[in-house]
Every structure is written in C-alpha cells, then in structure tokens.
C-alpha cells in the first residue's frame, strides 16, 4: 500500500522561474504600497503564487522569501509548490508567531483581499493580528493577474483546444427532440473524459459556474439573475438558469456556452448551432454579431481604454437597429460585452460601462457579442482571446458561423 506522501495526483507543477516572476512582481507593489507584506487567503490567488490549491496561507513578504503555511493538504503541497519555504500549520491564530520563527517581522500594514473576504472572517484577521493595520490589496492582484505570461498563455490554448472539442462533439450531440438537460449531460460528461477540470471560479460574490449553458430557441430567452446576458429556464426554480427539460428543435437557434478550464485555466466559447434553417431575420443577427466581433479586434489594442471601446460598440448596435436585444432585452440589458479570463470566469479587463482601466499586450478577453430575442432565441458568438499589439489573437480555432446540422 503507498505511503501518503507518495505522489499520487498528477501535478502539472508551476515552474520555479515563473512562481518567482509573479513574487518579485507582487514585492515591487507591495514596495509602492508601502506594505510591509501580503496574507493571501483565496484559493485562485493562492494557486497564482503558489502553484497549489491546498488550504492554506501564503504570506509574502515585501522583500526576501514567501512563507506557505498549509492547513490541509501538506504532503500535496509538497508535490504541487515550487516554492522554498512550505510548513505545515494547525490554525489561523498561530501565523503571528510562525512568521516571527522564520525571521519575518511582524507587519507593521499589510495586505489582504477585501474582494472575496467576508467581514466575520475579516474581524477574526483583525483580531489576530491587533497591532497591524491591514488593508485591501485585491485590486492590485487582480491587476497582475490580468496579464498573462507566455506560460499562462499556454496554458490557456490548451483549455481553448478543449472548447474547439466539445463544439465539434455538439455536432454528434445535438439532435431534434432531445432535452436540453440531456444534451448538456452528454456534452458534459464528454467534456470531463477529455479532462474539463469541473469546476470554475468566479470573483463576483454569489456566484458560480459549472460548464456553461445549453439552450435551444425561445426557452434560451428566458431571463435570469445571472450576471450574463444568457437565461434559460433551468431544471428548477432553485437554480432558474441554464438547460432544462424542454426538448430541442428543428429551424431554432441552439445556443452551446462553455467554459472548458484545465489545469486551472478557463477557456470561454459560445457557439450557435441549427437543426435544420436558422430564420432569415436572426441569421441577419448573428452576421452582425460577427461584424462586432470584427469591429472589437480593431479597437482592443494596448493602451485602448475599456468603456470607451464599449461605447464605441453600443454605437454600431445602436445605428444598425439592434439595440433593444443586445445583450439581453428589456431594462436590465448586462453592461458589458466581454470580460477577462484565466483562473477565474471574471478577471480583469471588463469591456463594460464606465470602465477605465487600459488594456495591455498579454490580457486575455472572452468578447461575447449576443442578441437575446424573447420568444426565438440568442444569437451571437464568444471566443477567448489575447491582446496583441495588432489587436486579438483567438485562442480557439471552431468556425463563427452558424454550425448548420442536418434534420
């Protein structure tokens, strides 16, 4: 029988030299900051830094070695982090002290991510550590997050082959009278064997992602809560999103939103099928969605603002007479048309109202122009791509077209 420290799990481990890039990148805004340090508690940032998802702790300081304290699973740890100093700790309470043993002082102001943080979780940190002051330090993160590496890049066109792969398999999946929750479970259980990870973070508090969204014709229409222009019925109203029990049909827009993530990193692809002829007037549509995909790679460039891109959009869906069913219908129409991607469903940038911040060479965006037409269906596409400076580089390879299938 296998000791428990024998390395079971595949561990497809971050390289030292990249672990060290990200850490000495943090240490330098920690510097501008003026913090003497970081605690990062969530699991994506952990897994950016540290290389492992295990519970734990990762204090860094604003200069000399990280210090990974685990809580649950130590000997995994061992096998999945680069990085020099990995203890094992019981609890929370003892950080204090364990960094005062390992020669790190006690922070004066350091930071922690107020984003993901709640606030009873946030007193009990307050009152471990009485005498430091601590203050947000998640938007800094999630802005060195939203630059990816050649190494992240990767990584990430390996989870874009896994999305070409499940849209070539909705071909076989997809068939006429079929429900959509029966089609979604195939597509899914495809998308594990092939090695789909299963589960997907997101930032946005309340939220979460599974695989992504099945959806055929008028019942795709149906509005939700979600923070995203697609609704769906869903199995239930506890869940109220997504694929339900209504059966496919011939001549309907069919719309397959997945997300396909692997070791670690997301992939966002949205593809529209037909059984059959899709009708003129949302063939017309989704054309036109093409053309804003089109009109988007011209103006995400580096240094590009995201709102104004945004408004610059919205125009062109304005003038051509699409805007009440540009993503979504009615009065709460999602503000935005793409969003950042990697460990998370929703890094930064957002191609969103109001939005400021100036893309840069390395971002990844999931641009996802739709139309939802209450009573026939959604139109439009989704790809993940990277912003070069000749504007972006798709990660996936599946046509944009309508994939048009036999009745």
């Not at 999945?80 to 960094?99: D, N, R, V, Y």
């Not at 802005?143 to 992240?152: C, G, I, T, W």
């Not at 339900?244 to 939103?257: Q, R, S, T």
């Not at 191609?351 to 840069?360: E, R, T, V, Y």
Request: proline share 6%.
């Amino acid at each position: 029988m296998p000791s428990i420290s024998t390395p079971l799990c595949h561990s497809d481990k971050l390289p030292e030299s990249e672990a060290c890039r990200r850490i000495k990148i943090f240490q330098k805004t920690l510097a501008e900051r003026g913090l003497d340090g970081a605690l990062i508690i969530d699991r994506a940032d952990l897994f950016y830094f540290s290389g492992t998802g295990q519970q734990g702790w990762l204090y860094v300081p604003v200069e000399g070695d990280p210090l990974l304290m685990i809580f649950k699973e130590f000997s995994r740890t061992l096998n999945e982090s680069p990085l020099k100093f990995i203890i094992s700790l019981s609890g929370s309470k003892k950080i204090p002290q364990t960094l005062t043993a390992h020669g790190i002082a006690p922070p004066r102001r350091f930071g922690m991510e107020f984003d993901i943080l709640p606030v009873a979780i946030f007193r009990q940190y307050e009152a471990i550590f009485d005498k430091s002051d601590i203050v947000d330090i998640s938007t800094e993160i999630r802005l060195q997050r939203a630059v990816k590496s050649a190494f992240e890049i990767e990584k990430m066109r390996e989870s874009a082959a896994g999305s070409d792969a499940l849209h070539e398999k909705s071909k076989e999946i997809l068939q006429a009278g079929k429900s959509e929750l029966a089609a979604a479970g195939e597509l899914e259980g495809y998308a594990r064997s092939i090695g789909h990870q299963g589960i997907m973070k997101m930032r946005l508090f309340n939220s979460g992602m599974s695989f992504g969204h099945l959806m055929g014709g008028a019942s795709a229409a149906v509005p939700s809560y979600a923070p995203t222009p697609n609704g769906g019925c869903g199995s239930s109203s506890a869940t109220g999103l997504g694929a339900g029990f209504h059966p496919l049909e011939k001549n309907v827009p069919i719309i397959v939103d997945y997300a396909f993530a692997s070791n670690g990193y997301i992939s966002d692809q949205t593809r529209i099928f037909c059984i059959g002829k899709l009708p003129d007037d949302l063939q017309r549509g989704h054309d036109f969605m093409l053309e804003i995909q089109e009109m988007a790679s011209g103006l995400c460039l580096p240094g590009a603002i995201t709102g104004e891109i945004y408004q610059q959009l919205v125009e062109a869906v304005q003038k051509k007479g699409w805007a009440d069913y540009f993503m979504g219908a009615g009065e709460r129409q999602i503000r935005f048309i793409g969003h950042g991607t990697g460990l998370e469903l929703d890094e930064f940038p957002f191609i969103a109202l109001n939005q400021k911040l100036p893309l840069a060479a390395g971002m990844t965006l999931a641009l996802e122009p739709k139309l939802i037409i209450p009573g026939k269906g959604i139109v439009g596409i989704e790809n993940t791509n990277v912003i070069t400076e000749n504007g972006f580089e798709p990660l996936g390879h599946f046509p944009n077209e309508v994939c048009v299938l036999p009745s």
